[in-house]
């Protein structure tokens, strides 16, 4: 198996392109037109791109299906119903590509828009793609519809295990499964890569999941605000804006306990 994972611009989002022989299977395509040139160039060169798979419904790794024309598109069930019924969550998350577009001046001449070949999977399934086999997970916590895959002794982890920032919680009770789910399953791996910063040796995804899992820990242990928003960030604490994600952690606790 070959794995290249490419980089963009934006807060080092990865996309992942897994091959194994003829063709390839591309995860996260993201995020810049000429980022998403280089990845449909070097899917090209690998036998054409047979599969897309979104690890979650977050616009920064949505937009790039459309440099990928005719390759099906995985997602978790999870997001595939919330597409399906217009869920004002997933409209949200096109939305929210829309807005940082226009900030930007980014020409997005295909649109915003979700693919229109969706197949949803669920937790556990085998997802075969361009000779490629990958076992599902459902990685709920920072978003409902989170995605995880194993191929062979890599763990493709999505918004979680990056050395680039905080959690981001939505639920915190669920990212704490999460995390303890993906400590369970990197006793047994090589590599983790995450949806932002680089590849990681199992042993360092291990070591940062234990201080994720210590943080969301002691948050939801914390007996009051000022307690929780005293809790000491796990890393990027002089990240602009990380302060700020960790008083939304806070509140989203709060406003989950009521
Ligand atoms: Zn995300």
């Given at each position: 198996?070959?794995?290249?994972?490419?980089?963009?611009?934006?807060?080092?989002?990865?996309?992942?392109?897994?091959?194994?022989?003829?063709?390839?299977?591309?995860?996260?395509?993201?995020?810049?037109?000429?980022?998403?040139?280089?990845?449909?160039?070097?899917?090209r060169?690998?036998?054409?791109?047979?599969?897309?798979?979104?690890?979650?419904g977050?616009?920064?790794?949505?937009?790039?299906?459309?440099?990928?024309?005719?390759?099906?598109?995985?997602?978790?069930?999870?997001?595939?119903?919330?597409?399906?019924?217009?869920?004002?969550?997933v409209?949200?998350?096109?939305?929210?590509?829309r807005?940082?577009?226009?900030?930007?001046?980014?020409?997005?001449?295909?649109?915003?828009?979700w693919?229109?070949a969706?197949?949803?999977i669920?937790d556990?399934?085998?997802?075969?793609?361009?000779?490629?086999?990958?076992?599902?997970?459902?990685?709920?916590?920072?978003?409902?519809?989170?995605?995880?895959?194993v191929?062979e002794?890599?763990?493709?982890?999505?918004?979680?295990?990056?050395?680039?920032?905080?959690?981001?919680?939505?639920?915190?009770?669920?990212?704490?499964?999460?995390?303890?789910?993906?400590?369970?399953?990197?006793?047994?791996?090589?590599?983790?890569?995450?949806?932002?910063?680089?590849?990681?040796?199992?042993?360092?995804?291990?070591?940062?999941?234990?201080?994720?899992?210590?943080?969301?820990?002691?948050?939801?242990?914390?007996?009051?605000p000022?307690?929780?928003?005293?809790?000491s960030?796990?890393?990027?604490a002089?990240?602009?804006?990380?302060?700020?994600?960790h008083?939304?952690?806070?509140?989203?606790l709060?406003?989950?306990?009521?």
């Amino acid at each position: 198996m070959r794995l290249d994972v490419l980089t963009s611009g934006i807060w080092q989002t990865t996309t992942t392109i897994v091959s194994e022989g003829e063709g390839c299977f591309v995860i996260d395509p993201a995020y810049f037109p000429r980022e998403l040139e280089q990845i449909a160039s070097r899917a090209r060169d690998l036998g054409g791109a047979q599969g897309v798979l979104f690890t979650h419904g977050h616009w920064d790794h949505v937009m790039g299906h459309t440099a990928l024309p005719g390759a099906p598109v995985w997602v978790s069930q999870v997001l595939a119903d919330g597409i399906a019924t217009a869920d004002p969550r997933v409209a949200r998350y096109l939305e929210d590509a829309r807005e940082f577009d226009s900030r930007w001046y980014v020409p997005r001449p295909d649109g915003h828009r979700w693919p229109t070949a969706l197949h949803g999977i669920r937790d556990d399934e085998v997802l075969r793609v361009a000779g490629i086999s990958a076992r599902t997970l459902h990685l709920p916590g920072h978003s409902p519809e989170g995605l995880g895959l194993v191929i062979e002794d890599v763990l493709v982890v999505g918004d979680y295990l990056s050395p680039c920032e905080i959690p981001f919680i939505d639920d915190a009770t669920a990212y704490r499964q999460t995390l303890a789910r993906l400590l369970d399953l990197l006793r047994d791996l090589r590599e983790a890569i995450p949806g932002h910063g680089p590849r990681l040796t199992a042993g360092e995804a291990i070591a940062i999941a234990s201080a994720d899992l210590t943080y969301v820990d002691r948050l939801i242990a914390a007996a009051d605000p000022a307690a929780a928003l005293a809790v000491s960030l796990p890393r990027a604490a002089d990240v602009v804006g990380m302060q700020d994600h960790h008083r939304e952690n806070c509140a989203k606790l709060a406003s989950h306990s009521h």
